[in-house]
């Protein structure tokens, strides 16, 4: 009977006697060289089998050169493969460099802000679009025989429905093609939609091209914001985003004052004309000035650009990825809605952010019946307070701004990695404007004895807090969710669409029948319960997001590391002093040292 062999025994017919694993020579230096070849690794191993059957242990020693032989096949593939991956690695198409002039992050800030004005035009006119046709809501009941809520299903839910699906349908496009073909083929298409309604001859058609229009429309708003994030860093986000957002609200207000006076001067159908117009222009401004910004894409570009020069092994890693029906859906169709019911945090957003776009358009059906009904308003007239609108959401962006100063600091203090919860002060502030300029505008607005400039003045805070809202929370779902914002973004962007879309269906019939007071008091107490939301994000958000699957988190690395560095006091995030959590005077008070001691040497 064969004796049964010892690790020690198994271990020797696996490594040579320097105890260095088969296949490796121990004639090298350090036993470190590979042997000339899988075949003379396997004749060293035919050898120790053969001693090990001299001494009665043949038949686990066939077992063992097969196991050895198979082994020695894995490391040959496995050496092969790594050779390979190197060499297809090295075949990899990146950027020349940090200050590469390709790259969208090295255009100079006047190329930048040149095409950051252009995408936030896009989006007045689409977003203008959508509110214009509103003041025309009475002459399309007259002209297609139906009722008022039937003609605002039309003029604005059908549109606002457009805006639900398309942020799935261009987002996978944007990713696919880029972002310049993506704008110019939705604008032709919102183009020739638009031209259907003034043209329609039923309700049935009016439907369908404002729904087909409000699909193409919501190309700029879903990749106007992505054009901001390729081209501006995290510091300048926050100005181009501020530019952005203000234009989100623009549009929406400009319109029902253009609209009413067209509709009253020239017949509703002109305001579909005049739309037409801006949009050609904007489309105009598209191709000539338009270049592509979505670095995927262009690196993709210059690997083809470079296997027609020669390298016919450049690839870039746009050309590998995962195209297929199944990779698309699952991260067009499947991720919005995915990383929205796992992250409460971005579904408590949401649902605040969807409310505040739901009151904005509820306000294009609320607001006659302060300014038409009860102040007796003409039509064109009816739509002037929107100005006081337009004047809130401009001061908004302005204040956003001031408030975004303190941001460059930060950003030296915490190595680019700010804390995404330092962008939530205008929030902060928005949430109880909302509230105020809500009630201001029910309790001055509903008695004709009252002056009319009280109630239209109201719209001041409100237009303030729609803009400080929306910058600040869609910043903050952009630095918090990272390379996954995209997704997050869109499931946000499909929601309060629906939200805007069914607001004002019911609006008019709220205000008339509750009355301005009692709607706009029940408007107020829901911003009151919604206020506290950045405050419990600014309180809580970093330890919400150290459990969050999506949430990269590279600000706590770097909190760590002020701790220790005695920058921020240990355990930093439970303080409540707003000064330990970012580290900013003492972070103050040490360049002064260091500068004074300087100064002393």
Not at 124 to 144: C, D, E
Not at 219 to 226: E, F, K, M, R, V
Not at 285 to 290: K, R
Not at 359 to 379: A, D, K, N, R
Request: with cysteine; proline share 6%; hydrophobic share 45%.
């Amino acid at each position: 009977m064969s004796q049964r062999p010892t690790p020690s025994s198994l271990k020797s017919a696996y490594f040579t006697p320097l105890g260095t694993p088969l296949g490796l020579s121990e004639n090298a230096p350090g036993g470190s060289t590979p042997a000339d070849s899988p075949g003379e690794a396997r004749s060293s191993a035919a050898s120790t089998v053969a001693a090990a059957d001299d001494n009665g242990e043949g038949a686990k020693s066939q077992k063992d050169l097969r196991d050895a032989e198979r082994r020695l096949e894995t490391e040959a593939d496995d050496d092969h493969e790594d050779e390979a991956e190197k060499a297809d690695k090295a075949n990899e198409v990146g950027w020349e460099g940090d200050s590469d002039p390709l790259n969208p992050q090295n255009w100079s800030p006047r190329k930048k802000w040149l095409i950051t004005i252009l995408v936030s035009v896009l989006t007045v006119n689409v977003t203008f679009a959508s509110s214009a046709p509103s003041s025309a809501t009475m002459l399309i009941s007259q002209r297609f025989q139906v009722g008022t809520v039937v003609s605002t299903l039309v003029l604005t839910t059908c549109f606002l429905l457009g805006y639900c699906f398309g942020p799935i349908v261009w987002s996978t496009f944007s990713e696919l093609f880029g972002r310049r073909p993506v704008f110019i083929f939705t604008f032709l298409g919102y183009m020739c939609f638009i031209i259907g309604q003034p043209l329609a001859t039923n309700i049935q058609t009016f439907a369908i091209t404002r729904f087909l229009s409000g699909l193409c429309a919501a190309s700029p708003l879903t990749n106007a914001g992505g054009v901001i994030a390729d081209m501006h860093d995290a510091l300048n986000r926050g100005y181009a985003m501020s530019l952005f957002s203000g234009s989100v609200f623009i549009g929406p207000c400009l319109g029902p004052i253009v609209g009413s006076f067209v509709a009253q001067e020239v017949g509703y159908e002109w305001i579909f004309w005049v739309i037409l117009i801006f949009a050609f222009v904007c489309w105009l401004g598209v191709v000539i000035f338009l270049p592509e910004t979505f670095a995927p894409v262009l690196l993709a570009k210059k690997a083809k650009k470079l296997r027609k020069e020669g390298n016919e092994k450049a690839w870039a890693p746009h050309e590998r990825t995962d195209w297929s029906v199944g990779g698309v859906a699952k991260r067009t169709l499947l991720r919005p809605f995915q990383i929205l019911a796992l992250e409460p945090m971005l579904l408590l957003i949401t649902i605040y952010l969807s409310v505040v776009y739901g009151l904005l358009y509820g306000l294009f059906e609320g607001l006659p019946v302060i300014f038409q009904e009860i102040h007796g308003f003409s039509l064109g007239l009816a739509a002037l307070p929107f100005v006081g609108v337009l004047v809130g959401t401009t001061l908004g962006a302005g204040l956003n701004v001031l408030l975004s100063r303190k941001y460059r600091e930060l950003q030296i203090i915490w190595k680019g990695s700010v804390p995404p919860e330092e962008r939530l002060t205008g929030a902060m502030i928005a949430g109880w404007l909302l509230a105020i300029g809500c009630f201001w505008l029910g309790w001055t607005g509903f008695r004709a004895d009252i002056h009319w400039a009280a109630p239209a003045v109201a719209l001041v805070p409100i237009g303030m807090s729609f803009t400080l809202i929306f910058i600040t929370l869609l910043t903050y779902i952009t630095d918090s969710y990272l390379m996954y914002a995209a997704s997050a973004l869109a499931s946000n962007t499909i929601f309060r669409s629906a939200f805007g879309a069914a607001f004002p269906l019911f609006t008019r019939q709220f205000f008339t029948n509750l009355g301005p007071n009692v709607a706009c008091s029940i408007l107020g107490g829901i911003a009151i319960l919604l206020a506290p939301t950045p405050f419990l994000f600014y309180r809580y958000g970093s330890r919400i997001r150290k459990h969050s699957k999506f949430a990269p988190c590279p600000d706590f690395k770097v909190r760590e590391e002020l701790e220790q560095d005695g920058i921020l006091p240990e355990d930093s995030l439970k303080s409540k002093d707003p000064d330990a959590r970012t580290g900013v005077k003492a972070w103050r008070r040490r360049q002064a040292d260091e500068k004074n001691g300087h100064a002393g040497a």
